[in-house]
Structures are given as structure tokens and as C-alpha cells.
């Protein structure tokens, strides 16, 4: 699928890939209405903020640091993160709404109010940014496009990376779980060139989960068919 924003001043930027899956469940419906504009990070889309306005994260967050994930699922990790957490404020980004009714629930359920949930591209959410206003980011088993020629749609192109980069803080830390081994060749191809250290020293540290990692479902299901989680960490230069 094919999406660009709609507002005249937007750039067009193609989005590949799935916004809507199967139909909703009721409760899931209920959690878009009820929960979803209370757990906006601010104004990101380009039809309320088409000058590009940085969202004011202290305004909505206080003093916490902020972190940020990509690419979210089905939100387990985003929750779990929140719970450990809860000094910290974590800003979840994913544009398949079936993944955004799904955290809405565990949100309901795990009672942590400590995340904001964008559901929309995620290159929107990096205009209004702050420079330099993320202190942890993670891509947890993005889509893989495992066919050549679309390996430009990945995330670890450019086209993300360099926005993201200029959003995280020197210093910062950028985790990346895959379970492809093109995706890890092209990451260590490509994420360096954005600004970032790879952190690496022994096979253990891209062999090992991090320590406070939980297993997602997108996980457990590559290591049932066979496939081998890598885990990345990069620092923001």
C-alpha cells in the first residue's frame, strides 16, 4: 500500500505496508475511541501542525526523559518498558491501527501512564521532534522486505536514519532486534553512517537479548521457525 500525507505544504512520502488488518474487535474499537487523542504526544500530523511546530515535551511530560519506539507491534515490549520505567516518558509510533487497538488494551490492563502513542509514519513524528530531545530509540523486528529490490523501503535507510539521528541526543542509545540476516548486514551498513557506534565487542554482545528485554510475539515466532534473533545497540555520536 501506498500512502502520503495530505496536506498541500507535506512533502510526498511514500509508505509501503499494511495500515488496517482484520476487522476490529469491539473492545478494540472502544479502546481507538476512548484512549487513543488522550495518549497523543502533541500535534504531529500535518493537517494540525502544518508549520511544523516542535511538540512542546515538557509541557506533556514534565522533566522525564524521553524514549522512543518504532515500530511497536503489538505493543508488549512498549508496556513492559513503561512498567519498568515509569520515571521515564516513551513515545510509541506505529502506523498499523490493529497494533495501536492492541496496545490500547495492554495500556487498560498494565495501568501505566507514562506513554504516548503516535499512530501514524514515523518520519512525521521526526519533524516536530526536538533536536536532540530522545534519549533511547528502538526497532524492534521491522518489517523485513525481503526482496531486493525493496530493501530500500526498510527502515534502516537513510531516509529514516538521518532524521532519527538528529533527534536523539549524543549519547544516546539505538536498539535493533531482527531476526534477517540481510536486515543485520544492512544495519551495520547503514546505521553507522548515520552517526552511530556500534557497541559490540564479543558475539554475545548481538547474540544475547539486553537485559531488561522482553521477548516479543514477533520473536518467539522466528525462533519457532527456526530463525536466529540478533540484538544491535548503537550510540548516537
Known sequence: MTTSNKHPGAPWRNFYGRVKGKTLRPAQETYLDEDLAALSPGAVDWEVNPE???LDLKARFGDRPVWLEVGF????HLVH???QNPDVAIIGCEPFINGVAMLLGKIRAAGVTNLAVYPGDARNLFDVLPRGSVAKAFLLYPDPWPKKKH???RFVTPEHLDPLAQVLAPGAEFRVATDIPD???QTLVEVPKAGFDWLAERPGDWRAPWGDWLST???QKAQREGRVPHYLTFRRR
Open 52 to 54: 511544523r511546530v516542535p
Open 73 to 76: 507491534g503489538g505493543g508488549e
Open 81 to 83: 518498558q513503561a512498567a
Open 151 to 153: 530493501h530500500r523501503r
Open 183 to 185: 536486515y543485520v548486514r
Open 217 to 219: 510475539r514477533y520473536e
